[in-house]
């Protein structure tokens, strides 16, 4: 199993005590994979890879670190349904470094809370899927719509990883289901539990929140006894960077996860 944060270039982590004092950002990730064996790629949601850029990436971090790289919004929240094809086959060829490499956890396939269970964006869906076939795939829902038998056995079917999302407990948020679809890979995202900051609509406020020692502890009984028995391996990212929150959690979910018999 790998563990680590969504993102790790925030300039407030340097405050925060994460990284030592004149760290400027084109020398947080090697610091950050010092810490840690994975990470996320939040810029690939704003803007496509690329290769060049992905394959500087990969020279900086040592032999078996993990990059999941989020779909570029293209293709999840701004889909061109002329041209989405063509953004697909562009974010392949700005990740086959990490293909290449060994160093692609997988495609992390964020769907916005708009993105509802309609027949046409289920067939946007498996169509996105089709394309991306061949690299591991996640994919995290935002919309309870989603929360259906017929969802998770076609998952199975196809070997995609259902995220199983931790954060506020609101009605119009897709629910924390402790899910395995994905022989292969567990997938768990921590955004925190602020439903104050989240109704917010400010990101900054949503994902500000620092889990406390019970609720590791909670998560890890559940990634011991129930994700992780059910596949080959897991990836656990805290999402709740502000104030370097993220990074604190994950160290203590892992030291915990290393005493856990």
Same mark, same amino acid.
């Given at each position: 199993?790998?563990?680590?944060?969504?993102?790790?270039?925030?300039?407030?982590?340097?405050?925060?005590?994460?990284?030592?004092?004149?760290?400027?950002?084109?020398?947080?990730?090697?610091?950050?994979?010092?810490?840690?064996?994975?990470?996320?790629?939040?810029?690939?949601?704003?803007?496509?890879?690329?290769?060049?850029?992905?394959?500087?990436?990969?020279?900086?971090?040592?032999?078996?670190?993990?990059?999941?790289?989020?779909?570029? +919004?293209?293709?999840?929240?701004?889909? *061109?349904?002329?041209?989405?094809?063509?953004?697909?086959?562009?974010?392949?060829? !700005?990740?086959?470094?990490?293909?290449?490499?060994?160093?692609?956890?997988?495609?992390?396939?964020?769907?916005?809370?708009?993105?509802?269970?309609?027949?046409? $964006? $289920?067939?946007?869906?498996?169509?996105?899927?089709?394309?991306?076939?061949?690299?591991?795939?996640?994919?995290?829902?935002?919309?309870?719509?989603?929360?259906?038998?017929?969802?998770?056995?076609?998952?199975?079917?196809?070997?995609?990883?259902?995220?199983?999302?931790?954060?506020?407990?609101?009605?119009?948020?897709?629910?924390?289901?402790?899910?395995?679809?994905?022989? +292969?890979?567990?997938?768990?995202?921590?955004? !925190? +539990?602020?439903?104050?900051?989240?109704?917010?609509?400010?990101?900054?406020?949503?994902? *500000?929140?620092?889990?406390?020692?019970?609720?590791?502890?909670?998560?890890?009984?559940?990634?011991?006894?129930?994700?992780?028995?059910?596949?080959?391996? !897991?990836?656990?990212?805290?999402?709740?960077?502000?104030?370097?929150?993220?990074?604190?959690?994950? $160290?203590?979910?892992?030291?915990?996860?290393?005493?856990?018999?």
């Amino acid at each position: 199993m790998c563990a680590g944060t969504s993102g790790y270039s925030y300039a407030e982590w340097v405050d925060a005590g994460v990284y030592p004092a004149g760290t400027h950002a084109a020398g947080m990730l090697p610091a950050y994979a010092g810490m840690f064996k994975a990470t996320e790629l939040n810029y690939t949601w704003y803007q496509m890879p690329k290769a060049r850029s992905l394959a500087r990436m990969a020279a900086q971090v040592p032999e078996g670190f993990k990059f999941s790289v989020k779909l570029t +919004r293209t293709m999840t929240h701004e889909v *061109d349904k002329t041209g989405w094809i063509r953004e697909v086959l562009m974010f392949r060829q !700005g990740i086959a470094p990490l293909e290449t490499t060994d160093r692609l956890l997988c495609v992390l396939v964020q769907l916005p809370p708009y993105f509802t269970r309609t027949p046409e $964006r $289920r067939i946007y869906l498996a169509a996105l899927l089709d394309e991306l076939a061949g690299l591991p795939v996640a994919v995290e829902f935002r919309h309870p719509s989603w929360v259906h038998d017929k969802v998770f056995y076609e998952f199975e079917r196809r070997a995609i990883t259902l995220v199983t999302v931790d954060g506020p407990d609101l009605p119009s948020l897709f629910p924390r289901l402790d899910i395995v679809t994905n022989r +292969r890979l567990f997938y768990l995202r921590l955004h !925190g +539990r602020n439903s104050q900051g989240w109704r917010s609509g400010n990101m900054q406020k949503q994902f *500000d929140y620092n889990y406390s020692e019970s609720e590791l502890k909670a998560l890890a009984e559940t990634i011991c006894n129930t994700l992780g028995p059910a596949a080959d391996t !897991g990836a656990v990212f805290f999402n709740n960077h502000v104030r370097g929150q993220a990074p604190n959690n994950c $160290r203590r979910l892992l030291n915990i996860l290393g005493a856990h018999p």
